[in-house]
């Protein structure tokens, strides 16, 4: 039988059959028959009459003596074995100390909104499910370029809304010079100049009469290979138009690669490529097709990762990195944190997450109920994607956040 440590009920059991159960003699301890060091003559062997409780040595010289008749209470008297006690919420006790020592921060030169451009119409139309954001004529995209300038929101990337008769089977209306995705890239780049980013989304689901990202083959599935010569064909027409980044966003095989040989041979060797890497079939953008009208039946789970796979992440990330891309991106971002901690961890260039529409109409209508505090979300979402690794987030929120969330 070991003697009774602090803790210890000082009740032992001998074994079965044994009557009755008696608490073993207090042994006498060095510490019990000791005075306490603080001078006020006390046995600490003593305190508070339990005998079951043995003291630790400590020094308490100059301290003031604790309880009544400066006696030690058992239960700081064990908070003062434990020396020292760690206390993290010291750096937790005010709003001072907290902005202090955050770990993470994120600010407006690193967000990226994404914008829309549509043809056809004579002034802005706001988006259904995702209030607060819209549909804007060129001119109007231009005068919101020069508000994120102000604010100091980082780039601006820019997708195209058809008229449904301009969509088409290889959908061309994307490379075209005269086509509503490169005029909205060219009114932006001309407000902007250089003060912030211009980035084009690089892809064909806007345009195909069919809402695939690149043309279908006869049994219905896209045709990878013509879908990138189509996209290097598009990116050029975007680097055309002023685009300073390109951000393919098909998923198709190889598609990097082609965009970057297309830029280097067509003089825009310094136009970067931002490629969406890991980007999974979510159900999160729903809100985005409303957004741009897609045409899309069916899914796009046979080019788009599946959400079920962690590993894939990575594997399509070192493709892109070893294709040429310029910047990396996860997509979606709130739901695949793990995924951009990953690809945060290994990639040497910037990562990108894309906070996407599902996300946010998912703050927007909790908020709208009045379920969640909106701007105390909204920072916390966007905190939680920088802590989880991100460089650059696009979010709908970027000029909101960019001019103050109040
Ligand atoms: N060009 C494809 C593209 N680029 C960005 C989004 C979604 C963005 C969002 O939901 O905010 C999509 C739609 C899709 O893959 O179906």
Redesign the pocket.
């Known amino acids: 039988m070991g003697l009774p440590q602090a803790g210890n009920l000082g009740v032992t059991k001998s074994g079965p059959g044994d009557a009755p159960l008696t608490p073993p003699p207090a042994p006498p301890t060095e510490a019990a028959t000791e005075t306490c060091g603080c001078g006020c003559g006390h046995s600490h062997g003593d305190v508070a009459g339990r005998g079951d409780f043995t003291p630790v040595e400590i020094s308490v010289t100059g301290w003031e003596p604790l309880g009544e008749n400066g006696k030690v209470e058992p239960a700081r008297k064990l908070a003062l074995e434990a020396t020292p006690v760690i206390r993290p919420r010291r750096l937790r006790r005010s709003a001072a100390m907290r902005r202090l020592v955050a770990e993470t921060r994120w600010s407006p030169e690193q967000l990226v909104l ?1 914008v829309f451009v549509r043809d056809g119409i004579s002034s802005p139309v706001e988006i259904p499910s995702m209030p607060g954001q819209f549909q804007h004529t060129p001119e109007s995209l231009a005068e919101l370029g020069k508000r994120c300038v102000d604010a100091g929101v980082g780039a601006m990337i820019v ?1 195209g809304v058809p008229r449904d008769e301009d969509k088409d089977f290889t959908g061309s209306a994307a490379w075209d010079a005269a086509g509503i995705q490169n005029r909205g890239i060219s009114a932006l780049a001309e407000a902007v100049g250089d003060e912030l980013v211009v980035m084009s ?1 690089t ?1 064909l ?2 345009t195909t009469s069919h809402g695939h ?1 690149g043309p279908l083959r006869d049994d219905g599935s896209v045709d990878n290979d013509w879908a990138v010569s189509c996209y290097a064909a598009t990116a050029v027409s975007q680097a055309r138009a002023g685009a300073t980044v390109v951000a393919p ?2 998923m198709m095989d190889g598609q990097v690669r082609a965009i970057r040989m297309a830029l280097d041979d067509s003089g825009f060797e310094d136009v970067a490529i931002m490629a ?1 890497s890991a ?1 999974y079939a979510s159900g ?2 729903g ?3 409303d957004a741009v009208g ?1 045409s899309l039946v069916g899914d ?1 789970r046979t080019y ?1 990762q599946d959400p079920a796979n962690r590993r894939e992440g990575m594997r399509e990330t070192l493709l892109d990195l070893d294709e040429g891309a310029d910047i990396v991106m996860v997509k979606p971002a709130s739901l695949y944190l793990d995924v951009l901690a990953d690809v945060a961890a290994e990639s040497p260039v910037p990562v990108a997450a ?1 906070q ?3 996300e946010y109409a998912m703050i927007e209508a909790a908020a709208a109920n009045g379920w969640i505090d909106r701007a105390r979300v909204i920072d916390e979402s966007l905190t939680s994607i920088v802590r989880a690794g991100a460089d650059l987030v696009l979010t709908y929120y970027a000029l909101e956040a960019a001019e103050g969330l109040a």
């Open positions: 994404p997708f989304d892809c689901d806007e990202c966003s098909g969406y980007k999160l953008f809100p985005f097709r897609s796009r788009q894309y996407v529409s599902g």
